[in-house]
């Protein structure tokens, strides 16, 4: 390969010759496009911005964001991408474009990569997966604070016992959707560098899930029956966090590819219904979501302060019901997805933009 070329996949870039080939002869590209292709080639791993493409391509022509979005579509179309799984040209949405493939030049010797690989990719597993921890925490928060200020026995204003009450429960809100988001997170990362499909991504928060849900099951109810000499009966386990996993992994999936053509906020709002489905399916199946266990440790200690039948009686239910269980498992899930999802995005966009 002739110096001053770029190689990537089973093309040749020589900007001297001004031509791009490839195993059948030289692919057709326009001058205006093939400047195009040379600036994201010399700029591997980094961002384009639009304004360089309408300065440096058009050379200050006066032209539409739509005459850019025809360039990178024939360039794709050319490479053979896709712009929902890009190899080679990624969107980044309101800013411009950046390629992705890794880069060698007229010695072989590698000179650029691809964005997602400026991180080394279990380093980058482990970033997401903390992004997605802090955000379930920041939902354990909200969570809390709706539980605490709605569950409480008595109201918060006469003295300290309710605000000790609602202080409890955010804690442990916060504590418990940390540990499962912790789980869930760090899976879906794990499972991503693997393979990014639906089935992997799924799979990961799903297997984060189930082991999480497993364990702090078993160390609560030991704790409960070493402590205080009975067990608080039935609590979440490895089913609900297996389901729940799943349901953010599909969700974090479905963000994702929205993400790369739309806007972060429409991804999020996706895991946000798929986890608010999952939540709601749940206790209707049997199972207990954090407000089911809640209401199951209160009941196993009749001396307890924490009551959850204000939810019921808002619903029209005798008590915290079936239904109310349906209705505030659902809000969990939403909140559980939409933190760990949101967060993982946001993370996700940053790594891309810092390359």
Known sequence: MP????????????????????AEGVVELNARYFDALTLLVRERGRLVSKDRFHEEVWRGIPVTDEALTQC??????QLGDDAAQPRFIETVPKHGYRFIAEVSDGTGAPVG???????????????????????????????????????????????????????????????????????????????RVVGPSCFA???????????????????GLDAFSLLLGRSPGDITGAPE???????VGLGAWLAIRIEKTGSLRRGVAVA??????????????????????????AQAFPGSRLRFDQFGHMLGEQGFGRFSQSLTGALEGLLFAAGIV????????????SG
């Not at 990178?72 to 179309?77: C, G, S, V």
């Not at 991504?201 to 160390?219: I, Q």
């Open 3 to 22: 110096a001053g070329c770029f190689r990537f996949d089973a093309f040749v870039l020589d900007p001297g010759d001004r031509q791009l080939r490839c």
């Open 72 to 77: 990178i579509r024939t360039l794709r179309r």
């Open 113 to 191: 990569v691809a964005a997602v690989s400026l991180l080394d990719p279990w380093r980058q597993a482990v970033l997401l997966g903390a992004a997605g921890t802090v955000g379930a925490g920041v939902a354990g928060l909200l969570g809390g604070l709706v539980y605490g200020f709605v569950g409480a026995s008595q109201p918060l204003a006469p003295g300290m016992g309710g605000a000790s009450l609602l202080l409890v429960l955010v804690s442990i809100s916060i504590l418990i959707a940390t540990i499962g988001g912790a789980g869930v997170a760090f899976g879906i990362a794990a499972a």
């Open 201 to 219: 991504t799924v799979a990961g928060g799903a297997l984060g899930g189930l082991v999480v849900g497993a364990l702090v099951k078993l160390l």
């Open 241 to 247: 966090g297996l389901v729940l996993g799943a349901a």
């Open 272 to 297: 946000a219904i798929v986890g608010a489905a999952a939540g709601a399916i749940v206790p209707l199946a049997g199972g207990r979501m954090f407000s089911g266990s809640l209401a199951s440790l």
């Open 342 to 353: 949101g967060a993982m995005l946001l993370a996700r966009r940053q790594v891309r933009e």
